[in-house]
């Protein structure tokens, strides 16, 4: 399974960027797919997930700004960020987990540059 993004850049504060992740090979029992993001210097934090069943969860800091949706196809995941502030500045990764029975395994997308200039 191998994940690509895109849709990262470089907007003004203020505005809007939509980034979409699509899974190859044929992904089946997906428990979920989210989006992640890395500053420099800090951790990797949790933005946006959504899982089989269209339950979504969100960062505190995107709620009403940010809103995850699956894509026409089962193993697509978009992030729409609207209102986007400098401090949304950061990799934006791509999360896939699927069910293997009874364990859960992830794969990552490589990662996407988010820039939000003040």
């Known amino acids: 399974v191998q994940l690509v993004e895109s849709g990262g850049g470089l907007v003004q504060a203020g505005g809007s960027l939509r980034l979409s992740c699509a899974a190859s090979?044929?992904?089946?029992?997906?428990?979920?797919m989210g989006w992640y993001r890395q500053a420099p210097g800090k951790q990797r934090e949790l933005v946006a997930l959504i899982t089989s069943g269209g339950s979504t969860n969100y960062a505190d800091s995107v709620k009403g700004r940010f809103t995850i949706s699956r894509g026409n196809a089962k193993d697509t995941v978009d992030l729409q960020m609207n209102t986007l502030k400098p401090e949304d500045t950061a990799v934006y990764y791509c999360?896939?987990?699927?069910?293997?029975?009874?364990?859960?395994?992830?794969?990552w997308g490589q990662g996407t540059q988010v820039t939000v200039s003040s």
């Open positions: 090979g044929n992904p089946f029992s997906i428990n979920s």
């Open positions: 999360k896939l987990a699927i069910t293997f029975g009874l364990t859960i395994r992830s794969y």
